[in-house]
């Protein structure tokens, strides 16, 4: 294994992620609606007077999700082959530690440190409400679910690199 290679993938990946989630929260706190607690959630929906719509995935989010995930999937198991794993086993567990890199950062920096923290995120109507935006353990749940997905994500992945490497 090349551990600066992975250093650096690790840092790119996060850095990458980072302004793929803060930028649209930036410009519009709404569109990640579905991320806050309920409560917020709740409270925005009184405060601006507008009802909760269940949103319905459109075939065209279909497509764009499938599509990054097999991106997603090509390029862990390219990462990993960078980073020097030559087996299955090092690949899926490179990719995993990749997804959990990214999971936690998430969840520990962004959610937990940032989002209770930074104004401009916070959605009209909430501003007040400084406790349900500290929810640690809402995050926690939140990305401890994602967990088992990550692992199949993993195996898919060092197969790939296999496969193609």
């Known amino acids: 294994m090349n551990w600066i290679i992975y250093g650096i993938e690790l840092v790119a990946l996060i850095v990458c992620f980072a302004l793929v989630v803060t930028i649209p929260i930036t410009i519009n706190p709404v569109s990640f609606i ?8 709740e409270e925005y929906y009184r405060s601006q007077k507008r009802e909760k719509n269940k949103e319905s995935l ?6 764009k999700k499938v599509v990054f995930l097999i991106a ?12 020097g794993a030559d087996t299955f086993l090092q690949g899926t567990i490179l990719s995993f530690s990749y997804v959990v890199a990214i999971a936690a950062f998430d969840t520990f920096i962004i959610d937990w440190i940032f989002f209770p923290r930074i104004k401009r ?15 640690k353990w809402f995050h926690l749940k939140g990305v401890l679910v994602l967990v088992p997905m990550g692992a199949v994500f993993a195996v898919i992945t060092g197969g790939i690199m296999v496969w193609l490497f």
């Open 34 to 41: 579905s991320d806050y607690p309920p409560e917020i959630q």
């Open 58 to 63: 459109t075939k065209a989010m279909v497509i």
């Open 72 to 83: 997603a999937v090509f390029l862990c198991a390219w990462m990993a082959y960078l980073a």
């Open 121 to 135: 995120w916070r959605l009209p109507g909430t501003e007040h409400m400084d406790r349900a935006y500290r929810q």
